[in-house]
T-cell receptor, first 109, second 112 residues
Framework: AQRVTQPEKLLSVFKGAPVELKCNYS??????LFWYVQYSRQRLQLLLR??SRESIKGFTADLNKGETSFHLKKPFAQEEDSAMYYC???????????FGKGTLLTVNP | DAGITQSPRHKVTETGTPVTLRCHQT?????MYWYRQDPGHGLRLIHY???????DKGEVSDGYSVSRSKTEDFLLTLESATSSQTSVYFC???????????FGPGTRLTVT
């Protein structure tokens, strides 16, 4: 069974501070991992996926297979980063995504 | 917004009444999904479809049914709504080449 754990429901930082949103997963094969973001009252949108190794809006995430983690990081948080962040995993050929419960990030001025 | 819409956007209904939510896409994607979003639970998969008339259950399918008679439409039906089904419902489509899912704007359903 595949599982995604986001241990922090809430995370509050000040503008300009580094931020790290944690994500751990459980999956026996080689997963595809994603971070989705939901700004207030908007639809979910893909922030980044591990396979593309991109940096979007200053965020990066590295897949650590040894620790089964995919933490999202940004060196200098901005107020507009305040949102709900979901880590998600896709495994196998069924194309289904399993989401974590989300972390609400608040960036204070 | 990836050509995916949902209707209605808001609905208030009474316990025991049937409710149908519609998801419409213009992208011709094969895979479509229905999720519910609840505080403390994140997004949970209700049902999904991998083609016309091909559907399967997700992790929280009890009390819900779906139908897909056309590629572009995926309907979610609550046969007899209960208060526990008060939630925000999101539809999503998937690009099978990238595994990326695109989400609709959501439907806020309140069952009184």
């Amino acid at each position: 069974a595949q599982r995604v754990t986001q241990p922090e429901k809430l995370l509050s930082v000040f503008k300009g501070a580094p931020v790290e949103l944690k994500c751990n997963y459980s999956y026996s094969g080689s997963p595809e991992l994603f971070w989705y973001v939901q700004y207030s009252r908007q639809r979910l949108q893909l922030l980044l996926r591990h396979i593309s190794r991109e940096s979007i809006k200053g965020f990066t995430a590295d897949l650590n297979k040894g620790e089964t983690s995919f933490h999202l990081k940004k060196p200098f948080a901005q107020e507009e980063d305040s949102a709900m962040y979901y880590c998600a995993l896709s495994g196998g050929s069924n194309y289904k995504l399993t989401f974590g419960k989300g972390t609400l990030l608040t960036v204070n001025p | 917004d990836a050509g995916i819409t949902q209707s209605p956007r808001h609905k208030v209904t009474e316990t025991g009444t049937p409710v149908t939510l519609r998801c419409h896409q213009t992208e011709n994607h094969r895979y479509m999904y229905w999720y519910r979003q609840d505080p403390g639970h994140g997004l949970r998969l209700i049902h999904y479809s991998y083609g016309v008339k091909d559907t399967d259950k997700g992790e929280v399918s009890d009390g819900y049914s779906v139908s897909r008679s056309k590629t572009e439409d995926f309907l979610l039906t609550l046969e007899s709504a209960t208060s526990s089904q008060t939630s925000v419902y999101f539809c999503a489509i998937e690009d099978v080449n990238s595994y990326e899912q695109y989400f609709g704007p959501g439907t806020r359903l309140t069952v009184t």
